[in-house]
């Protein structure tokens, strides 16, 4: 069974920092383009962050400069480091890994509750 598991949200003030990991265990991670999302309420769920198995990465225009994605294959582990946070990053975050090859095998995280307020 495969099943990416989110950690590391949680309340966090307007200008401070917060790292999700994802921890992906059933797959190959090398094999898997790895992306974070994330869904507001009352929204629509929005790409964040996009990585190749490489490691180039691809950011939402609204987090560039704030965030970084990472990932380390040997743990079978992505990140995203947040940065300057702001109350419209609100938001459940999700990890999902999707296979470079075979379109049928991606898999989604149950998310974790980012909240951005004083």
């Known amino acids: 069974q495969v099943q990416p598991v989110e950690s590391g949200g949680g309340l966090v003030q307007p200008g401070g920092p917060l790292r999700l990991s994802c921890a992906a265990s059933?797959?190959?991670?090398?094999?898997?383009?790895m992306a974070w999302y994330r869904q507001a309420p009352g929204k629509e769920r929005e790409l964040v962050a996009r990585m190749t198995p490489s490691g180039i990465t691809n950011y939402a225009d609204s987090v560039k400069g704030r965030f970084t994605a990472s990932r380390e294959n040997a743990k079978n582990t992505v990140y995203l480091q947040m940065s300057s946070l702001k109350a419209e990053d609100t938001a459940v975050y999700y990890c999902k890994a999707a296979h470079l090859i075979v379109s049928t095998r991606n898999y989604w995280g149950q998310g974790t509750q980012v909240t951005v307020s004083s």
């Open positions: 059933g797959i190959t991670l090398s094999t898997y383009h």
